[in-house]
Nanobody, 122 residues
Framework: QVQLGESGGGLVQAGGSLRLSCAAS????????MGWFRQAPGKEREFVAA????????YYPDSVKGRFTISRDNAKNTVYLQMNSLKPEDTATYYC???????????????WGQGTLVTVSS
């Protein structure tokens, strides 16, 4: 069974930084892409960042562009989210997402992490 181990959340003051980590493990699979989403109370889940595993191409919405950086460690099958210049509006539960496929199949599968809470105080 493929699982995601997510960590790095916590309480930080506005202007500070946090680094989230998400490691994929379990079974035989090929990672296609990994990304981060967040959800604040009363709001819909929104896209934060994504990275293509093969080419390393990254994607960000305007809300975090220039402040957040997603990166990967292929050997560890791990994705990171470096969050700088944090704002109170960044407060949310951050979820890691894995897109993968198993050997001898072309079907894309998805797994979500349990979420890690990021709280930014003003």
């Amino acid at each position: 069974q493929v699982q995601l181990g997510e960590s790095g959340g916590g309480l930080v003051q506005a202007g500070g930084s946090l680094r989230l980590s998400c490691a994929a493990s379990g079974g035989m699979f090929s990672t296609l892409a990994m990304g981060w989403f967040r959800q604040a109370p009363g709001k819909e889940r929104e896209f934060v960042a994504a990275i293509n595993w093969s080419g390393g191409d990254t994607y960000y919405p305007d809300s975090v562009k220039g402040r957040f950086t997603i990166s990967r460690d292929n050997a560890k099958n791990t994705v990171y989210l470096q969050m700088n210049s944090l704002k109170p509006e960044d407060t949310a539960t951050y979820y890691c997402k894995l897109e993968f496929k198993r050997a001898s199949t072309t079907r894309t599968l998805e797994v979500w992490g349990q979420g890690t809470l990021v709280t930014v105080s003003s």
